[in-house]
């Protein structure tokens, strides 16, 4: 019988095999003293009894695991998934496991102490930064939790770390840092969370990953974070020396990923800046049958045969039904007006199939549109939704499928779904809204393997975006409507798809073809989820044509409209444009590393986006993201320096292609960063060769002469620099940029404006007028007194001012003053009127001849620019003169929308139906 020894050797195992039966007896022969001869016997209790030559030594293997996870919330869950943990500050214990976690990231990059620049760092005399080796520095505010979990690493009882970080090249990135500052050789395992449920974080644990299967991983995230380090910083510095070089200090940040973005809205904007409308006009023809009326417009038949055949041809504004020549469309109106029309009719069935499961960027977009949330806000919703409430899949995902083998938990969650089985304190009525359709899904069997749903090739590190099995409860109203689009694009993607009858009518008058289209909704399928939230299109029948009837032309509108720019990017067509980065590409291979990432991922573009906010690249108006001069000015810079690295996507599909080349062990690190310095020093060997009057670009020649020399005036980077003495104007003022032709214009008449555009220290916009002064400075002009008003000024002089008019209060004359349109008798000592309207009006500049039709008639032409203080939106309007003489808004008057066509009832007698009367309308339809 073997006797226990009173003592206890400190020597730990883990249960997971990490020693072998042979290692253990050389370690238990390090932890004996004087062993000589050695065997072991494995207790139940997980004991192991050493037998020697001497009395019997009983080892406790009770060793334990480290698990950190990403943040305090993910520790919480997996401890009560786990069970058995008691709670201790900041860490759980259990009899074989520690649990704590980091706060998100607690390490950041940190260039060597002997290579650190301490003074000077924002003068090319020091770059590149290209050190040897990159140390890790802990970020201030979270020192605490990285000394604890430090401390936890070291105890030595801990034999063992598991990475519970997220899943993903950031996961393993913040895991990585913690582990290398630690010094840890312990050996370490990876827990691979799908889903944030008890149940799924049970099946992680019990498959865990081996630490060495994630080095690919963990070698292209090291190397994403050194080189967005080595490019954003000597990026950034080099920008900020060359803008600095001439006095002040202008911080230029650049970045791999914000860089490129940044020029896609530059772009859009100077096709809206250089954007000249074209007039073009539409005939609509108004048609009468013997069972109503109907509309068709006319089209260029042979327009889709060029649209294939002579594409250079044509323009992004082209249409079939588009007339670019007034007196051909008037021509075609002549010949067509009063003339009979001869009907055909084809009708097909068509399918529309429901949209895919969300990813991350889809989800952002979508909610977007619809609600108006940014794209940092939904990722935090939907982060709250999987971390806080476990309600929804993990969100930082760029996958749109499900796993082959998930069609079990798919039947579960809708079950949950149904209600059934759901505790209470649940959202019944949000289940109410669901059960329904989960019940019918059921019924039917409609969840089948079906490779666009369940799809292992279309997955990476995580699937789409769907509900958990845990019902929802206590959302706050955005949580839920973000909780409700995905569910029900969940349940949609299940069923069959919505079913139309597209009727397509051509109706010929002398030979002139009229499209009429209508689309009928016979079976909704998927639409059913949403109800009238998915319809789109121009649902109803057309009114009933029979056999060989010639219908009569009622009417002929010939609507003149213009084409439009294109619109400004939103955050939702923002994220479209990042994720489809990829196709702007021609390398093919850099296309593919692309496809499936674009620029950013799904879980950064949020911040990417942010951060040219914060960066006073962009501001955001209501939902449009305009560009600032700052933004004009980076992108001028370099393509000057011909950096185009940082301005096109290719140079992100080059670093995805080669990360994931690395992550599937095919490169190695040395090689990639070798690759990463030479471009920085590129970069900064770009910027040190050029001064601001040096770089090449699409500068030119003033005509006007310079006011001070009479000298020739060339437009620079930074300036409108005479070329004979040293007048100048700078190109940038109050956050606007000035166009030559502006410069040209105040040279000439030493006064520009009302202008918009500008922006206070606030990055609030104003307008104003510029004036070069009697030193041929430029100067803001208000059209003001030092006091704010002329009350208290000097008696006007407007002789020599043509008058524009009457004014509408004391019948004494308007003039043009500064920034307003004054009464003669308001400005002055003894002013006796107070009439004035300002130049710009809710940043809508009123012109001088708007304004004499205000005085003359009373109203002004619609103007389309205002812009509504309250709501930052767009809105057109007349101005108009009131009874009490103030000037008011009054909006343009709409046509009520006509209603639906009833459907026609079934045909009993083959009589045809009386003639309806004939409607006619005269209003004007405008078109994009």
Request: glycine share 8%; with cysteine; net charge positive.
């Amino acid at each position: 019988m073997l006797i226990r020894h009173r003592r206890t050797v400190p020597f730990h195992i883990c249960r997971s095999n990490w020693f072998s039966s042979s290692a253990l007896l050389r370690a238990s022969k390090r932890c004996l003293p004087s062993a000589v001869e050695c065997t072991y016997h494995a207790l139940p209790d997980h004991t192991i009894v050493i037998l020697t030559n001497g009395p019997p030594w009983h080892i406790n293997t009770m060793s334990k695991k480290l698990i950190i996870a990403e943040k305090p919330s993910v520790a919480a869950d997996i401890a009560r998934a786990l069970g058995g943990f008691t709670k201790h500050d900041d860490y759980f214990e259990s009899e074989d496991c520690v649990l704590s976690s980091a706060v998100g990231h607690l390490l950041e990059l940190a260039c060597p102490e002997e290579y650190e620049v301490k003074r000077g760092k924002w003068s090319f005399a020091h770059l590149p930064v290209i050190p040897p080796h990159f140390d890790l520095r802990p970020i201030e505010k979270t020192v605490s939790r990285l000394k604890l979990l430090t401390r936890l690493i070291k105890r030595k009882d801990v034999t063992g770390l598991v990475n519970a970080c997220d899943a993903g090249r950031e996961g393993e990135l913040i895991f990585n840092y913690i582990a290398q500052h630690a010094k840890s050789g312990k050996p370490i395992q990876r827990l691979w969370l799908q889903s944030m449920t008890q149940q799924a974080i049970k099946e992680g644990f019990s498959k865990l990953r081996a630490g060495t299967e994630m080095k690919g991983l963990a070698d292209a995230a090291v190397c994403r974070s050194e080189s967005d380090w080595l490019v954003g910083i000597n990026g950034t510095r080099a920008m900020t020396a060359f803008n600095s070089k001439t006095g002040g200090f202008h911080l230029t940040t650049v970045g791999r990923v914000q860089t490129p973005t940044l020029a896609l809205i530059v772009e859009r904007e100077q096709k809206i800046r250089k954007f000249k409308a074209r007039p073009y006009w539409e005939l609509e023809g108004h048609f009468a049958c013997a069972a109503g009326t109907y509309t068709g417009k006319w089209f260029d038949e042979s327009f889709a045969k060029n649209k294939t055949g002579q594409k250079a041809e044509q323009d992004e504004h082209q249409r079939a039904e588009r007339l670019w020549d007034e007196t051909r469309a008037k021509a075609l109106q002549s010949k067509c007006a009063g003339h009979p029309g001869e009907v055909s009719e084809e009708t097909k069935p068509s399918t529309q199939l429901s949209p895919l499961l969300f990813d991350l960027t889809s989800l952002q977009r979508e909610a977007n549109s619809r609600f108006g949330f940014s794209a940092k806000a939904t990722l935090g919703l939907a982060q709250a939704l999987y971390e806080k409430h476990k309600v929804l899949t993990y969100p930082r995902t760029d996958a749109r499928a499900l796993p082959e083998d998930y069609l079990p938990t798919v039947r579960a969650t809708l079950v949950m779904l149904t209600g059934e089985g759901v505790g209470k304190g649940h959202d019944e009525a949000a289940l109410a809204r669901y059960s329904p359709f989960a019940h019918q899904i059921l019924a039917r069997q409609w969840v089948i393997p079906n490779k666009r749903i369940f799809n292992n090739a279309k997955i990476s590190d995580h699937f789409a975006i769907i509900p958990t099995l845990q019902a929802p409860k206590h959302l706050s109203e955005p949580e839920q409507k973000l909780y409700d689009m995905v569910v029900k694009r969940f349940l949609a993607v299940f069923y069959p798809a919505a079913e139309y009858m597209i009727s397509t009518r051509i109706t010929r008058v002398e030979g002139e073809p009229f499209k009429t289209e209508g689309k009928v909704l016979v079976n909704p399928g998927w639409l059913a989820v949403y109800g009238r939230e998915g319809q789109e299109g121009d649902e109803g029948n057309l009114v009933a044509v029979e056999s060989k009837e010639m219908v009569q032309t009622d009417e002929l509108i010939l609507n003149a409209t213009e084409t439009r720019p294109p619109p400004r990017y939103s955050e939702a067509t923002l994220l479209s444009a990042m994720e489809g980065a990829g196709k702007m590409v021609d390398d093919e291979e850099l296309k593919a590393a692309m496809a499936g990432r674009g620029l950013g991922t799904p879980a950064t573009r949020a911040q990417i986006i942010e951060n040219l906010l914060g960066e006073q690249y962009l501001h955001r108006e209501n939902r449009e993201l305009q560009p600032t001069a700052k933004a004009f000015s980076l992108m001028t810079l370099l393509n000057g320096l011909g950096i185009r690295e940082l301005t096109a996507p290719e140079l992100t599909g080059d670093w995805e292609w080669k990360l994931a080349r690395m992550e599937r062990g095919e490169m190695s690190r040395d090689e990639f960063m070798k690759q990463i310095a030479a471009m920085t020093q590129h970069i900064v060997d770009r910027a040190k060769s050029y001064d601001s009057d040096t770089i090449p670009g699409d500068f030119g020649e003033l005509s006007t002469p310079c006011p001070k020399c009479g000298g020739k005036i060339k437009e620079t980077y930074k300036k409108f620099q005479c070329t004979a003495c040293d007048f100048s104007l700078w190109k940038i003022v109050a956050s606007r940029q000035f166009e030559a032709s502006e410069i040209e214009s105040l040279l000439t008449e030493r006064k520009i404006g009302p202008i918009t555009g500008f922006r206070n220290k606030m990055g609030r916009p104003f307008g104003a007028i510029i004036r070069l002064n009697a030193d041929n400075s430029p100067e803001f002009d208000f059209g003001q007194g030092a006091n704010g008003d002329d009350g208290n000024a000097e008696e006007v002089d407007f002789s020599g001012q043509e008058p524009l008019g009457v004014c509408p209060k004391c019948e004494a004359r308007v003039f043009d003053r500064g920034m307003s349109f004054v009464c003669e008798k308001s400005v002055g000592p003894a002013k006796s009127c107070d009439f004035r309207s300002g130049k710009i009006i809710l940043q809508q500049p009123v012109e001088e001849e708007q304004m004499k039709k205000l005085l003359a008639t009373g109203r002004t032409d619609l103007l389309k620019g205002f812009i509504s203080a309250r709501t930052k939106r767009k809105f057109s309007a007349f101005l108009v003169r009131g009874t009490d003489g103030k000037v008011g808004f009054e909006f343009e008057k709409r046509e009520p929308k006509p209603k639906s066509p009833p459907k026609p009832a079934k045909v009993v007698s083959e009589k045809p139906l009386p003639k309806t009367s004939k409607a006619k309308s005269g209003t004007s339809k405008k078109s994009g």
